[in-house]
């Protein structure tokens, strides 16, 4: 720890830093579920963006907003 300390104030020129605390954490087995959270999208959310591409002349991004608009509920 001491060359920890050391390098801190040589290297970054922080020689104000008089002590270093380490805290090592194990990781919690209920914080890492591999539960991925579904996100839905309601009918009138896809029709307004669907209505909202039509209006668009970018042709990828109009296309790209009317995929999208078709993953609704």
Do not use: V
């Amino acid at each position: 720890m001491p060359d920890i300390l050391r390098l801190i104030q040589n290297r970054l020129n922080l020689t104000g830093i008089k002590s270093i605390r380490i805290k090592i954490m194990f990781p919690d087995e209920k914080s890492h579920s591999n539960h991925r959270r579904t996100l839905t999208m309601s009918t009138n959310t896809a029709r307004l963006l669907a209505d909202s591409a039509r209006s668009i002349t970018d042709p990828a991004l109009r296309s790209s907003l009317l995929r999208l608009s078709s993953h609704a509920d």
